[in-house]
C-alpha cells in the first residue's frame, strides 16, 4: 500500500521546549493529511486537518496556536507541539489519501511518541 | 461520535479463524464500512472495506449482512502477529470526511 513517513519514532523533550514532528507521503502526493492524538487505552482522536497551501482545520478544543500545523509541498505536513507541557505527552499519528489508489482509504504513519519531563 | 459497536475483547487460538463482529445500525446508504488495525505502538494499517458485497483481500473477509447493519470482518487463519486492536469504522467514501475511531476490539492471538 502506500508509504507514508512519520519522522521522530519517539521524542524526549523538557517542558517548556517546542517539538516538531514530519510526515511525509512517498509515493503519492497529498493534498490532505490528518493529525490524531492517542492517549494510552484509548483511541485515535482527531486532532486537525491539514491542506496543503491552506490554512489548517482543528477539531474543536484543540488549540491552535500550541499545535502548529504546516503542510507547505504535496509530500510534507508538520506538526509542532509548542511550550510543550507534560499534559501534551502522548502518541501523534499523520495520515494521508492517495487520490491515485482510491480517494476512500487512509494511510497511516507510525506514530510519534512523546514524552515531555 | 463512532458509528459503530464493537466488544471491547476476543481471543482466538493460533490457527483458527477470528471473527470479529462490528454493529452499524445507523449504516446511511452511502457509507462504507472500513476496518483497521493497530498493533502496539503503530499507526493503524488498512485492512479492508466494503459498501453491501462481501469484500476478500490477501488479509481477510468482510462479511455485510444484507439489512447492512452488522458486518463481520474474518482472519481466516489467525497468528501471534494479528494480535491487535481492531477499529471498524463507517464513513461515506468521499474525500472530505475524516474517520472516526471508536475503542475497537482488542483481539488477543493465545498460542
Known amino acids: 500500500g502506500a508509504v507514508v513517513s512519520q519522522h521522530p519514532s519517539w521524542v524526549i523533550c523538557k517542558s517548556g521546549t517546542s517539538v516538531k514532528i514530519e510526515c511525509r507521503s512517498l509515493?503519492?502526493?497529498?493534498?490532505?493529511m490528518f493529525w490524531y492524538r492517542q492517549f494510552p487505552k484509548q483511541s485515535l482522536m482527531l486532532m486537525a486537518t491539514s491542506n496543503e497551501g491552506s490554512k489548517a482545520t482543528y477539531e474543536q478544543g484543540v488549540e491552535k496556536d500550541k499545535f502548529l500545523i504546516n503542510h507547505a509541498s504535496l509530500t510534507l505536513s508538520t506538526l509542532t507541539v509548542t511550550s510543550a507541557h507534560p499534559e501534551d505527552s502522548s502518541f501523534y499519528i499523520c495520515?494521508?489519501?492517495?487520490?491515485?489508489?482510491?480517494?476512500?482509504?487512509?494511510?497511516f504513519g507510525s506514530g510519534t511518541q512523546l514524552s515531555v519531563l | 461520535d463512532a458509528k459503530t459497536t464493537q466488544p471491547p475483547s476476543m481471543d482466538c487460538a493460533e490457527g483458527r479463524a477470528a471473527n470479529l463482529p462490528c454493529n452499524h445500525s445507523?449504516?446511511?446508504?452511502?457509507?462504507?464500512v472500513y476496518w483497521y488495525r493497530q498493533i502496539h505502538s503503530q499507526g493503524p494499517q488498512y485492512i479492508i472495506h466494503g459498501l453491501k458485497n462481501n469484500e476478500t483481500n490477501e488479509m481477510a473477509s468482510l462479511i455485510i449482512t444484507e439489512d447492512r447493519k452488522s458486518s463481520t470482518l474474518i482472519l481466516p487463519h489467525a497468528t501471534l502477529r494479528d494480535t491487535a486492536v481492531y477499529y471498524c469504522?463507517?464513513?461515506?467514501?468521499?474525500?472530505?470526511?475524516?474517520?472516526?475511531f471508536g475503542p475497537g476490539t482488542r483481539l488477543s492471538v493465545l498460542p
Open positions: 445507523t449504516i446511511s446508504g452511502n457509507e462504507y
Open positions: 495520515s494521508a489519501r492517495d487520490p491515485g489508489r482510491g480517494s476512500e482509504k487512509l494511510f
Open positions: 469504522i463507517v464513513r461515506v467514501g468521499d474525500y472530505g470526511q475524516n474517520f472516526v
Open positions: 509515493d503519492f502526493q497529498a493534498t490532505t
